[in-house]
DNA sequence: CTGTTAGCGCCTTCAG
DNA sequence: CTGAAGGCGCTAACAG
């Protein structure tokens, strides 16, 4: 089995390369951007060396003397081992790497202080910028921890004490579309199961829930109204639900874990409830009871979020400088077993 | 709505802290690294001025003038989409996080060209060792392409024509005891939906298939073998083997995906047929058949990777420098529905 | 077309 | 305890 170059610890330079080759460092740095003033000769010398040695330009030393940044963004997500954030980092990745610039990912686990960390560190590594999934209800601390030409962007949840671009989902009108369309599907009691209310996308998804119920006339009732955190609260909380005296008919989930979880106490006891949820899940066309999906492209989320970055970034006049922009992505509604 | 400190463009420097705290950068720089020799008064005056100036040292100038790596590792996986991906990034993320180094993630969509591309970029970009799911099967340019002072770690597959740390799951003997499982319920007629044979994970998995078959006694058809490459197609290969004029009683699919696919076209049909598949899934509990998931600690393979990895980059006589290693992560069976 | 000089921002080394 | 000198690897800017 072949074993890789020793290099005898540390790798060739360019003066390495320019002493082999016999020519000034400067003409390997000219070879190596492709620069028209280099002869022939030289040129084919300079290659020949560079293979001869394994030569590899550093991109570190590169970034420093021109005076420019990482080539990175620098991506926070609450928590990645959910489909839709990686999703959403394959987005931002489609657009990014056109512009030869990487993701660094990490995950913040829904704790500001986490996030903040991460942000300072993306900031001293000299990311071009900044892709967040904010944490916590106040961004101030961005005023001071970011420098102003490190742009960043918003995703899913509205920046809160300072300005930033932002991509969100429609989560009011996704919710109203599911609970308007429960309802014309002749439910009326309508259960809810939310995520925590300080959450931005929780507290619009639910005024949609309500909006629509209002919009029909139909009363909202609190014991109807549940909050979870992940699938099997929000399965505990769905059991409430159908031990009520009244229980309800339907039940609208603002997210897929809800969705799960509701969807396993009522597949347990097989209650007559019909299901609807934000976020697409697999399987989700095939279960037990009908279901109503509110979903949206994620990848979309990332793409937008990642232009809009990219905009910031172009060199000279195309760069973009004006307001902070708000971009909404929309939400489409799926219905599996209604008949 | 306040905004970002505008610092005229560019960012402060260390000259710039020094001469507003009328000391020599290398003050500054000593205080910034905690360095205990500094009066406590210089001590004072610099981090003021640092606060005045909103500074951050410049990690890159950092990095370079000390001749370390970028501080990151580079991840190469073939789809971040899949969950499993994602836990694995997860788990890498979990240890190296310790050492204050990052991820840079990137996808290559199981196209050699494209892993080939972003190791080069992230071997010029300095970083401190590479994860790799590999995709292709043979991954000789490695020798060349990366220095040995950068460490490479191999994922779920591994290295061939190289010599890599690896880190792989139990293939073998998650299939070989699903099967082995599923001959226990009697079944004998035992289909097998796998990936494309080429791919390591996929042949070894069918070894284990065709082994366990072997050891009861039961003789592999060929009729029974088909391969898919998403859930669609799994779909429509399950489907095959269910119009055979002896259908399977049973179906061993060797990814998620397939076992997804496998599913659908079952549940569809609604087929006696019970289900046996690697990798786990949402509800996979809950299916309408009885259903036998080969699970494993995706994180884990993650924080193994890393650990090998790791290990490779202590500093001094606590770096290993030993030969390649390989760990082999175990499965677990999980059955739902067998009664 | 080629090489020299100077510097990116920081840190190591060595002299005070 | 402090500072000056020099260099990390590369590239603009300027000479030839």
Redesign the interface.
Known sequence: ???????D???PTMRDVASLAEVSPMTVSRVLQDHPNVSAENRRRVLAAVKQL?Y??????R??SQ?RR???VGLIVTN????F???L??GI?SVV?RDGI??????SDEDPDRERAAV??F????VDGIIIVPAGSNH?Y???D????TPIAMVARPPT???ADCVLVDDFGGAYEATRRLILHGRTRIGFVGNPPSVYTGSERFRGYCAALEAAGVPLRDSYVKRARDIASAERALAELLALPEPPDAVFCTNNRNT?GA??AV?RVSAEVVLAGFDD???SD?L?VPTLIVDYDADELGRRAAQLLLERLQPGDRRYTGPMRRAVVPTTVVEHGFG
């Open positions: 089995m072949p074993r890789r170059r020793a290099v610890g540390s790798a394994g590899r330009r550093n991109d570190l030393a970034v420093l005076g990482l080539g990175a990645l081992a959910n489909p954030y990686a999703r980092a394959l990745e790497t990487r993701v660094m990912v990490t995950n300072g560190d900031v001293s590594r000299q101030e961005l005023v001071d970011v420098p102003e030409r004490g300072v300005e799960l969807y396993r597949h899940f697999e399987l095939m037990s």
